[in-house]
């Protein structure tokens, strides 16, 4: 599978629709309950705008429509990302993720796949790459 | 923040039983379109624990409500799949000052019943200095 791919090539692009609900969602199956990813008052008490999402939940989710792709052809060996930029989630709008998924390099049999993850037109997460494994 | 943290190892975390039910719950919440496979986000559910003991530590000196997490990886073996038994080890690899600001590395090697490797989860925290 790998020898067909070309970098540059887009493999995957999605839109998240996020909404407080998620958060909740997210901090009960991780396990991660800081208050700043629900309530405004304890948010703003540490100087941020309002509650935003856990950086680990825009971690989970980039990834996958890379997993997704995948299917039963390979599997994610590797993942890192940086975080950059809050993802501020309004209580009565949500907020809106795009994910897209590129290809950065090819070898035999794995390719790194680089994920650009973008919130009101500016990226959130750095360095996001995926190394892919076929197997 | 204390710097004598760097190279310090944490006793091993109790085995963490990997659940089926446990991973269709926490790849709905990663909005995952296929709720049986194990997301490649999975091990942060084993590593929390290993990053309380860090937080806990009472001579390390990190103030749990200065803590921004910087970046994130994990780096596996093979995947993991329902059933495995995980254990995992923490290891402080790194600490660094940046304009006030400290940031510790630390690593969570996660192995198997057998003790063979299945991934280790990196994490770089920033602690804010007083502002």
Partial sequence: ?135 | MNPELIGRIFPPTEPYLVGREKVREFARAVLATDDSVVPPTFPVVIQEATLAQLLAEPDGGIDFTRVVHGDQRFSYSRPIVAGDELTATLAVTSIKSLGGHSMVTAESTIVDAAGEHVVTAISTLVVRGDE
């Fill in chain 1, 1 to 135: 599978m790998s020898l067909e791919l070309t970098p540059g090539d887009i493999v995957a692009e999605r839109t998240y629709s996020i909404t407080r609900d998620t958060l909740v969602r997210y901090a009960g199956a991780s396990g991660d309950f800081n208050a700043i990813h629900y309530r405004d008052d304890v948010a703003r008490s540490v100087g941020l705008p309002g509650v935003l999402a856990h950086g680990m939940l825009t971690m989970g989710f980039a990834v996958q429509p890379v997993v997704d792709w995948l299917g039963d052809t390979g599997w994610v060996s590797d993942y890192q990302v940086r975080f950059t930029r809050p993802v501020l989630v309004d209580a009565l709008e949500g907020a809106s993720v795009t994910v897209i998924a590129k290809v950065g390099t090819v070898e035999e049999d794995a390719a790194r796949i680089d994920l650009t993850v973008t919130f009101n037109n500016e990226t959130v997460l750095g360095k996001a790459q995926v190394r892919v494994s076929f197997s």
